[in-house]
């Protein structure tokens, strides 16, 4: 138990830079559609709805 690593994610460096360069380039499309469906998953996990 002592010798766990800590629940971090590993981060995707070369994606980050990625995703960094398409901002500053303002060619950054979000996806509206999957950020609602995300939050109704949260909502239903949270509430105990299956």
Known sequence: MLNQKPAT???D?????SIRAKLDDD???VNT????DK???LE???S???
């Not at 460096?13 to 830079?17: G, I, K, M, T, Y």
């Not at 559609?33 to 609602?36: C, E, K, M, P, W």
């Open 9 to 11: 994610p590993d981060l």
């Open 13 to 17: 460096l070369s994606r980050v830079d």
């Open 27 to 29: 060619d950054y499309i």
């Open 33 to 36: 559609r999957q950020i609602a």
């Open 39 to 41: 939050i109704i998953d």
């Open 44 to 46: 239903l996990a949270l």
């Open 48 to 50: 105990g709805a299956s």
